[in-house]
């Protein structure tokens, strides 16, 4: 189940940095397939901010570090995109082309949520004393 976080962890990541990165690389083609924005300084905005979580996903994955916190964050930015595709892309206020977007972060946190780690610690080293006792 580990392996399962990791690769989850590996693509939610990618993923992040890539869709983070476009708007600011080429707002061109973003609008083209999104819509037009009104404030491109906010699209750019949430653009590093998908990117900076993707670079801390991927740094954990690929350390192997996948922690309760880098869980909590990959879940819950997931879900958070996903929340905002959803009631704004119903509502008709941004394109319909993000209910694609929330289904994948859906996937994302269900991938990352439901492979709960087969370390007993999650991915951290025991620290002393915490091993079974001894007699």
């Known amino acids: 189940m580990q392996r399962i976080a990791r690769v989850a962890l590996l693509v939610q990541g990618t993923f992040y940095v890539l869709t983070g990165a476009w708007p600011l690389l080429a707002m061109w083609s973003f609008e083209l397939v999104t819509g037009p924005k009104t404030d491109d300084w906010l699209v750019r905005m949430v653009g590093l901010l998908a990117a900076s979580i993707g670079l801390t996903l ?37 394109s319909a082309v993000y209910l694609l977007d929330a289904g994948v972060e859906l996937l994302f946190a269900a991938a990352v949520g439901l492979a709960r780690g087969a370390a007993p610690n999650d991915g951290v080293p025991p620290g002393p004393g915490s091993g079974p006792a001894h007699h």
Do not use: K, N, P
């Open 58 to 94: 991927l740094a954990a994955a690929w350390r192997r570090r996948v922690t309760l916190e880098v869980r909590l964050l990959a879940v819950a930015s997931a879900l958070s995109f996903a929340a905002i595709d959803f009631v704004y892309a119903l509502t008709g206020r941004i």
